[in-house]
Nanobody
Framework: VQLQASGGGSVQAGGSLRLSCAASGSAFWGNIMGWYRQPPGKQRELVARMTSSGGANYADSVKGRFTISRNNPENKVYLQMNSLKPEDTAVYYC??????????????????WGQGTLVTVSS
């Protein structure tokens, strides 16, 4: 399974961007899908994640500004980012875990990262 993220770019403070991420490559029964980010010189941190049943949690720094959503049948996850701030500048990574087919056991559980997409917010 591979994750392909898109939608990053450069915006001014107060602007909006929408990130998209799609899983492809094999049958995949997604569990958690979400977004992490790594600001320049800092560690990767959780932004938002959502379970297959729709439960979501967000980092405190993005609550009320970012909204995560997903399309389970298509194994896609989205991040709508509004009221962007310069401190939101980071490489954003999508993440997914779930089950894939396995010959010996029927299924196995995996976690996968996307390649990252850069979001730059200028003041």
């Amino acid at each position: 399974v591979q994750l392909q993220a898109s939608g990053g770019g450069s915006v001014q403070a107060g602007g909006s961007l929408r990130l998209s991420c799609a899983a492809s490559g094999s049958a995949f029964w997604g569990n958690i899908m979400g977004w992490y980010r790594q600001p320049p010189g800092k560690q990767r941190e959780l932004v938002a994640r959502m379970t297959s049943s729709g439960g979501a949690n967000y980092a405190d720094s993005v609550k009320g500004r970012f909204t995560i959503s997903r399309n389970n049948p298509e194994n896609k996850v989205y991040l709508q980012m509004n009221s962007l701030k310069p401190e939101d500048t980071a490489v954003y990574y999508c993440y997914a875990d779930g089950h894939v087919p396995a010959e010996a056991t029927g299924v196995r559980f995996i976690g996968v990262w996307g390649q990252g997409t850069l979001v730059t917010v200028s003041s």
